[in-house]
């Protein structure tokens, strides 16, 4: 692999290059029309349109400087990439995403609707992995082979409760909809945001290669179906690492002043383009293999580790590693598995409202913009404004818990810190007071499920 300082030289070379090319097709595309003789007659007889003897033809040469300026503004862009990277201290080349027969083929075990493969599948083909990130190459080492019954976990970090009830919301959302949710750093005292990191790491770590792993944030979120469909969702992706898509650029979005950058340049032009409003990173909830998680967080470990004393922040490192094409991360622009609830409003961002995509049928959230059905909830930044009105029309809390589904559910335990422990004992009286809160509001009342589709409009 080249040395990283050698990639921004090379498409600084190469823009320089490709905007002389067009210059130099303009010129020429000028002199034909000031000297051929036959331009007058572009539309008479078979010869119309030639341009003397090199036989080029006005619409030839007008294609060819249309491609040029679209490669010139391509080349602008990854100039850009090499600059931003170079300011950041590393450059890390793209790396191709891998076939869909080698997503579906690791180790020489086959998955659904792949092939077997006759030996190992070679590390960094399979999961894009980059060394210029720091990272050792391909080096044999013990790891954990745990997974879920199904070949998927779900996990958090929280190492308390909160000054409110959400956390117990997103925790009584999870085992009503069979999540096994396992809690990481529960009765930690808090330190930082590298204690997350690296409780992550280490999880990803003890996992087998090809568990799927699936991390939330804890406060502000709601589950929606279980984990095997969700399972089925990554799987239909064909993608190695899948984070949340969102509005907000955060915090890309005021970072191009510190950066010696005009405004909008990262969020605009930088970040890679999207098909739905859905286009920045949000790190509070992804998806993807064990194997390829670990890579990814230990570069972001290695990140804030060194930035020791100063506020780190992870959505920004991996929203840089996403811009600069490392490990292969893809968005769920389509809101397949996440929807993130931020809205946004005013420049250098387009307007873009989470809530007025979303239409509620039989007590079940559906976004219309991508025609898909979130599986998991994020109400992040503003979108907290929308959690509890949202939670209190979706399916699961239109129907008045029995005593005995409050028991069952009270009875429920999760791993929090590696140690079982029933949801009663983190979250006591939470039913009681989830009851209370709906005798005394008409939306928690006597809501019914809706017969016709209702749009959640702000």
């Known amino acids: 692999m ?4 050698s990639g921004p030289s090379s498409l600084v070379l190469l823009g320089i290059s490709v905007l002389g090319a067009c210059w130099l097709g303009l ?7 000031i000297h051929s003789p036959s331009l007058p007659h572009l539309t008479a007889g078979p010869a119309a349109g030639e341009a003397g003897a090199g036989g080029a033809t006005a619409e030839t040469l007008l294609r060819r400087v249309n491609l040029l300026e679209e490669q010139a503004r391509a080349t602008e862009r990854e100039i850009l990439l090499a600059q931003e990277a170079l300011r950041r201290g590393k450059f890390h080349p793209s790396v191709a995403s891998p076939s869909p027969e080698t997503l579906q083929t690791r180790g020489g075990q086959a998955r659904p609707g792949g092939a077997v493969g006759a030996a190992a599948v070679d590390e960094g083909q399979v999961y894009g992995r980059s060394s210029a990130a720091g990272l050792p190459s391909a080096v044999p080492r013990a790891r954990g082979s745990r997974c879920g019954p199904d070949g998927i976990v779900a996990v958090t970090y929280a190492s308390h409760g909160g000054k409110d009830d959400r956390f117990c919301r997103a925790v009584e959302s999870a085992i009503l909809n069979g999540v096994p949710w396992e809690v990481l750093g529960w009765g930690e005292e808090w330190l930082g945001l590298s204690q997350k990191l690296q409780a992550s790491l280490d999880y990803a770590k003890s996992l087998d290669e090809d568990c799927i792993l699936l991390f939330s944030d804890a406060f502000d979120v ?3 179906s279980d984990l095997k469909e969700i399972k089925q969702k990554f799987l239909t992706m064909q993608k190695p690492l ?19 950058l005009p405004e909008g340049t990262i969020c605009n032009t930088l970040y890679p383009p999207s098909p739905t409003p859905y286009r920045f990173l949000n790190s509070g909830a992804w998806i993807g293999y064990a194997r390829q998680a670990e890579h990814l967080l230990e570069a972001v470990v290695a990140k804030a580790n060194s930035e020791f004393g100063m506020k780190t922040n992870d959505q920004e490192m991996v929203s840089d590693m996403y811009i600069d094409g490392q490990f292969d991360i ?23 409202n989470p809530g007025k995509h979303l239409t509620l049928i039989d007590g079940v959230w559906h976004n219309k913009l991508t025609n898909t059905t979130p599986s998991l909830f994020h109400f992040n930044g503003g979108g907290k404004k929308h959690h509890l009105d949202m939670e209190a029309k979706s399916k699961h809390k239109l129907t008045p818990l029995s005593p005995e589904d409050k028991r069952r559910i009270y009875n429920t335990e999760l791993l929090f810190n590696n140690k079982l422990v029933n949801f009663e004992s983190v979250c006591s ?3 009681e007071k989830s009851d209370r809160r709906r005798s005394n509001s008409r939306q928690y009342g006597s809501t ?9 409009l702000l």
């Open 2 to 5: 080249a040395p990283a300082s």
């Open 27 to 33: 010129t020429v595309l000028g002199a034909f029309h």
């Open 222 to 224: 709601l589950f929606t």
């Open 242 to 260: 899948v984070f949340a898509g969102e509005c907000g650029c955060w915090p890309q979005v005021v970072k191009d002043k510190d950066r010696g």
């Open 330 to 352: 893809a968005l769920d622009h389509q809101a397949e598995v996440f929807q993130c609830m931020h809205d946004t409003g005013s420049p250098p961002l387009p307007l873009c």
């Open 429 to 431: 009286r939470h039913l």
């Open 448 to 456: 019914r499920v809706r017969e016709k589709p209702r749009s959640f």
